[in-house]
């Protein structure tokens, strides 16, 4: 079966609708119910958004992948519609005209490359590492990014741009950089700030290289 390209943008456009109607539900819900669904349709009514109501009630299929994404907490839907968010500002951001939008839109992310936000995630995500560390390690003297305690360490897509990438996450208050380290090499710890950020973002694939061991004496 082939799909019209009208048909595509009318989905799209559907979907983006549907997205933002979400964001603001959840934004400006005051009822204590579990039934997250149900609040949902009720809200939809309440601001004459018949017609997208409608839509929802004429298909059993778009019912019931609702109800399986609102039956999350409100928590977990708000990770999910920040995720989907990242998304689209991340594309628009790359897109000729949209990205002015988004610098002036978004002052804090402006200042922050996408491969900022990467690192900014990658850390939040070693778990058991409470410091990264930046380290010469690359087959050719790149910078890389390398975490204590495990001494696991990783290369970027851009290594010539790590370092500014960090300066720029340490500026925006996300990383702050640790002036009692025992190690030559600059070394960072995450801040509250930035944790709250990286939960937000989507995880990433980030290619390691081998494991530095590092003494405590």
């Known amino acids: 079966?082939?799909?019209?390209?009208?048909?595509?943008?009318?989905?799209?456009?559907?979907?983006?609708?549907?997205?933002?109607?979400?964001?603001?539900?959840?934004?400006?819900?005051?009822?204590?119910?579990?039934?997250?669904?149900?609040?949902?349709?009720?809200?939809?009514?309440?601001?004459?958004?018949?017609?997208?109501?409608?839509?929802?009630?004429?298909?059993?299929?778009?019912?019931?992948?609702?109800?399986?994404?609102?039956?999350?907490?409100?928590?977990?839907?708000?990770?999910?519609?920040?995720?989907i968010e990242f998304q689209i500002i991340q594309i628009a951001s790359k897109i000729e005209g949209f990205d002015a939008l988004y610098r002036h839109s978004s002052p804090q992310n402006s200042a922050l490359s996408?491969?900022?936000?990467?690192?900014?995630?990658?850390?939040?995500?070693?778990?058991?590492?409470?410091?990264?560390?930046?380290?010469?390690?690359?087959?050719q003297g790149e910078p890389t990014l390398?975490?204590?305690?495990?001494?696991?360490?990783?290369?970027?897509?851009?290594?010539?741009?790590?370092?500014?990438d960090v300066d720029s996450l340490v500026q925006e208050g996300l990383l702050m950089r640790l002036s009692h380290s025992r190690m030559r090499q600059p070394t960072y710890s995450l801040t509250q700030q930035g944790i709250n950020l990286a939960n937000s973002l989507p995880s990433v694939e980030v290619r390691s290289i081998e494991p530095t061991p590092y003494f405590v004496f």
């Open 1 to 83: 079966m082939s799909i019209e390209v009208g048909d595509f943008m009318s989905g799209a456009s559907w979907l983006a609708q549907l997205i933002g109607l979400l964001s603001a539900w959840k934004q400006e819900r005051k009822s204590n119910s579990d039934d997250h669904f149900r609040d949902f349709s009720m809200w939809l009514d309440h601001h004459n958004f018949t017609k997208i109501n409608q839509r929802i009630s004429e298909s059993e299929e778009l019912q019931r992948e609702l109800q399986s994404l609102l039956s999350s907490s409100i928590s977990e839907i708000d990770k999910k519609l920040d995720r």
């Open 114 to 139: 996408a491969q900022a936000l990467e690192i900014l995630k990658l850390f939040s995500e070693r778990e058991k590492d409470h410091e990264m560390q930046l380290d010469a390690l690359g087959p």
């Open 146 to 164: 390398s975490f204590i305690p495990s001494g696991i360490s990783f290369m970027m897509d851009l290594p010539r741009l790590v370092r500014a």
